[in-house]
């Protein structure tokens, strides 16, 4: 029923087919969504930030409440991904230790086994995980510390080869190579701050669960000797920092073995996603993985680069589905920043303007028929601090209709394509006022529906708003048949 919905209200946006199929701009902001925030007027970060762009994605195309697995699930950035992708995670999920290893570069084999790490803080004596992320800020060393652990050693099994390569801010890829592995186990990672560092044991009966068991924790104790005599870790706590002093083997799973994107949806597909656990989740499924200069997965990515780099490939020709993932505003959630992430929403808004020049400045010139597609993965309430089970707006919207609610195409070609400012920091409680009072104004002269569009009645990118979108409120696995519609694909 969802999807005939879709397929219905998808041809309504238009009385005449496509004269060829479109392509795709998909655009996901990581933790988007948020839950309402007394300081901010009882207004989410994405409501209260002013976002231009994507709302008028949202009056122009078609709007929908999102859950990215099912509802009630706070689901993890790599099965919401799968599902969101077309694929089933109950079916096709195993362990997200591959996407991480994957995404860093580290080859994976079948039979291997791989975890996605966290360089964390333990208390020796206690054994206590005092912080599961040692520091957001580790560039510089983690790099270092991951050459000390690449390639070790373990007494007990000598036929097994360890890889470790460094990933984004505290996370790692750590890779086993070996007869006799099953990615059955649990892992070191007690979930949260000031809690056991945890035994990993097998979650099933079989004998390569649970020999892999005993290979993990040998090789958690082997990590440990290693980081606690670094010299990296000795001069972070002589400046009076948290040493990595272990790391948390998170997630193991092995490489999936899935029909490609391709081959499920006959769509050529690439992505700018600089994050490696979704950077090797695209690589499993052969989506192009594309490089863009400047981009980190964190708060100092380049988000010009990211709207240059995808609209390049998606207007060459050699691609009908271009993947863009934002990491930065997942991160002010779970920092627990509201100010910071309504900055950084504004800082995405500004990206998917220049994304919407560039598109439209081809599709002028003739290359091509263009759509955008913004919407989440999960929701990161700051209040909260960790994924929530919120469902997330979803909207899409064909590029000619989104320019002409910007002002027309004088107003688009206007937008500069110059480097975006990073926020800057202030004073969190004048911050909070300011924001909900400019937001309060712009709800006043914006409603949040309005009796003319060109899709639905939604005329704001928000949680609340996209609700009476015609789209309903749908999962995951229905998103790739309804923009496969929407681009004009399988059009009767």
Do not use: W
Not at 237 to 263: D, K
């Amino acid at each position: 029923m969802v999807l005939e919905r879709m397929e219905g209200n998808c041809r309504a946006l238009s009385s005449q087919k496509l004269v060829e199929t479109g392509r795709i701009a998909f655009v996901l902001i990581d933790g988007l969504a948020d839950v309402h925030i007394p300081a901010l007027a009882n207004l989410t970060p994405l409501e209260a930030a002013d976002t231009s762009a994507m709302d008028a994605i949202a009056a122009a195309g078609l709007n929908g409440l999102l859950d990215p697995v099912e509802p009630g699930l706070a689901c993890g950035s790599d099965t919401a991904h799968l599902s969101i992708f077309g694929y089933d995670p109950r079916l096709y999920y195993r362990g997200r230790g591959a996407f991480e290893s994957m995404g860093a570069g580290i080859d994976m084999a079948p039979g291997d086994i791989a975890f996605k790490c966290n360089f964390a803080t333990l208390d020796i004596t206690s054994g206590t995980v005092i912080k599961r992320r040692a520091d957001r800020h580790f560039e510089d060393v983690g790099p270092i510390l991951c050459a000390a652990l690449d390639g070790v050693s373990l007494p007990s099994f000598p036929e097994l080869v360890v890889k470790a390569k460094y990933a984004t801010e505290h996370r790692c890829g750590i890779v086993i190579s070996g007869p006799g592995l099953s990615d059955e186990v649990s892992g070191t990672d007690p979930l949260k701050d000031n809690l056991p560092l945890q035994v990993s044991r097998p979650v099933s009966a079989t004998a390569q669960a649970q020999h892999t068991a005993a290979v993990v924790n040998e090789l958690s104790g082997v990590l440990q000797a290693v980081l606690q005599d670094h010299q990296v870790n000795k001069q972070r706590i002589a400046h009076g920092s948290s040493p990595a002093n272990v790391v948390l083997l998170r997630g193991c799973g092995s490489r999936i073995a899935v029909p490609t994107f391709l081959e499920r949806h006959g769509m050529r597909a690439c992505m700018v996603a600089p994050t490696k656990i979704i950077a090797g989740l695209g690589m499993s499924l052969g989506i192009d993985r594309l490089d863009a200069p400047g981009t980190t997965g964190d708060y100092r990515t380049q988000f010009h680069a990211k709207a240059e780099t995808l609209s390049e490939a998606l207007t060459s020709g050699q691609y009908d589905f271009g993947f863009l993932h934002i990491k930065a505003v997942d991160d002010t959630g779970h920092d627990q920043q509201p100010v910071l992430k309504v900055q950084y929403l504004e800082c995405v808004d500004v990206m998917i303007k220049q994304l919407v020049r560039r598109l439209h400045q081809a599709e002028a010139g003739g290359q091509g028929h263009y759509c955008v597609c913004v919407t989440g993965d999960h929701s990161t309430p700051v209040l909260f601090g960790d994924h929530s089970h919120e469902p997330v707006p979803f909207t899409v919207a064909h590029v000619r209709h989104v320019v002409e609610q910007l002002g027309g195409a004088s107003c688009v070609m206007n937008t500069p394509l110059t480097h975006i400012p990073h926020p800057s920091p202030s004073d969190p409680s004048v911050a909070l006022h300011a924001l909900a009072q400019a937001a309060l104004r712009r709800r006043k002269m914006n409603p949040l529906f309005k009796t003319q569009s060109t899709g639905d009645a939604v005329n704001s990118f928000g949680e609340a708003a996209a609700a009476a979108g015609f789209l309903g409120r749908f999962p995951g696995i229905a998103i790739m048949p309804l923009v496969q519609q929407f681009i004009g694909m399988n059009l009767c």
